[in-house]
């Protein structure tokens, strides 16, 4: 269970640890500082009906209630440790997982960590001002409920960097909170964490594609020989299920209401559905582009020495890396990638343990299109011929074989004017972000109403429904 009566709530027994006690209460108020400043802007007067965790059990591990937001009880929560637990893969394979960090492996987890961390708080910075344009009370709160789990995942890993890594890690503790995201002098580490979420479209996106990329990559992490990091892992996971709900039935709402619109008025054309006030398909596949291609870089190079070495040492396993039926080491292993070979993409084998990267990205993938393909089921079930595809895995990228080549959502390598030619088709242009953000020129927050664009949930959260007061605006 998790201590409530504690100024940290914790399952871990911080009350015993007096010297990281301190150290940790010395944080928190840098925290709130930081909550103040870069989270939910003119918020922290309100009451929100929150879930809060009060167990890490998977049979009942949250309770709702209204809590302001400033008053949310963050900390520390871990997995129950299993006494048995081994390491699972790499050249410790079948050694008991690790209870203090490895020396030799010190300065490494502890970058993983911190990239990991960073992400956390540059979420929250990145949707700060989408609650002034809410498109309802329930979308209002859930946005709510996601920032504030997100400051909870920072809280899980800066215990971490507190606990096991000394100074250091009290330093970079205190680092998570002065980076901005999109700071031109000190952004957030990885690059879609520094970009806009200018409109609550691009936070369903990011919520969807983004967030799913959490997903994977704490399951790795989950797979972890350092025990603490992987206990951590696993119920962050339970939290992060909720925000990748809210990104894909945001999206599916969207699309349900712009089809309906189409339908009523026997329209196909993407200027009489703007017309109308909502947002057409063209855009919702340029909006898809853009998100899919900028998270699939996140997964970092198709072949990566990094990789391999997080997997050899055991930091970092593959996504249900206890399910894969081989010898967890891939010595003599292989897997495919691609690369562009004149104006071919080509697949070529390369060691397994270089490419694990990309087979974390295939694994994304192949989840991911099951998502757009529910979100076809939408359209289809409206009798009308689009269909949401995700581009090539080499379109618009960045990082990897294909950064610095430019290839077409079909998969077609093309010349930089070829391409810059049909980039407007491709991705969202500015008047799409004008448009978009045109129909959110303020809060909907009359209980049970929701604006234009975005079709109602089919459920209200934790049963109520959905003119439920989510917000109460004192």
């Known amino acids: ?10 399952n871990v027994d911080l009350g015993r640890d007096r010297v990281l006690q301190r150290a940790l209460e010395h944080w928190q108020p840098a925290y709130m500082n930081w909550w103040y400043d870069m989270g939910p802007d003119d918020s922290h007067a309100l009451d929100v009906y929150l879930r809060t965790a009060t167990s890490v059990e998977p049979d009942g591990w949250a309770q709702f209630g209204y809590v302001k937001m400033p008053e949310y009880r963050w900390g520390i929560f871990l997995q129950p440790r299993d006494e048995q637990r081994l390491v699972n893969f790499g050249v410790h394979k079948g050694s008991p997982a690790w209870q203090e960090v490895p020396g030799e492996y010190r300065s490494t987890l502890r970058r993983v960590i911190v990239t990991q961390g960073d992400t956390e708080p540059a979420s929250v910075e990145q949707q700060r001002l989408l609650g002034m344009c809410c498109p309802s009370m329930y979308d209002l709160r859930n946005i709510f409920q996601v920032n504030v789990e997100e400051g909870r995942h920072l809280w899980a890993m800066v215990y971490l960097l507190h606990r096991y890594f000394g100074r250091d890690g009290r330093e970079e ?3 998570l ?6 700071d031109a002098d000190n952004p957030r580490i990885l690059g879609a964490f520094n970009e806009a979420t200018p409109d609550w479209l691009a936070f369903y996106m990011f919520t969807f594609f983004t967030d799913r990329d959490g997903k994977f990559q704490l399951s790795a992490l989950a797979e972890s020989g350092f025990d603490p990091l992987s206990r951590t892992c696993r119920f962050m996971l339970t939290e ?23 339908r009523e008025h026997k329209i196909d054309n993407p200027a009489d559905a703007r017309a109308l006030g909502v947002i057409d398909l063209d855009t919702l596949q340029r909006y898809l582009n853009f998100h899919y291609s900028v998270t699939i870089d996140l997964f970092g190079s198709d072949a990566s020495s990094n990789a391999a070495s997080y997997y050899t040492t055991g930091l970092k396993g593959r996504y249900d890396e206890t399910k894969i039926e081989d010898d967890h080491v891939l010595t003599d292993a292989t897997y495919p990638v691609m690369e562009v070979i004149g104006q071919r993409i080509v697949a070529k084998q390369v060691p397994a343990l270089t490419a694990l990267n990309e087979r974390l990205r295939d694994d994304y993938i192949a ?10 089921k939408v359209i289809e079930a409206a009798e009308l011929p689009f269909r949401l595809t995700l581009p090539h895995k080499g379109f618009h990228r960045a990082i990897g074989n294909f950064a610095g080549h430019y290839i077409s959502p079909e998969g077609d390598v093309l010349t930089k004017d070829a391409w810059l030619n049909h980039e407007r088709e491709w991705l969202p242009s500015e008047e799409d972000f004008k448009f978009v953000r045109s129909l959110m020129t303020g809060r909907v927050i009359e209980p049970g109403k929701f604006a234009n664009y975005i079709a109602p949930p089919l459920r209200g959260i934790n049963r109520q429904p959905l003119d439920f007061e989510y917000v109460r605006f004192n």
């Open 1 to 10: 269970m998790i201590d409530y009566t504690e100024k940290i709530p914790n």
């Open 173 to 175: 503790a205190e680092a």
């Open 177 to 182: 909170l002065e980076r901005r995201s999109g």
């Open 240 to 262: 992060e299920a909720h925000h990748m709900f809210v990104g894909e039935t945001g999206v599916s709402r969207i699309l349900q209401r712009t089809c309906e619109v189409m």
């Open 367 to 376: 989840e991911i299109q099951a998502g757009v393909n529910r979100w076809n």
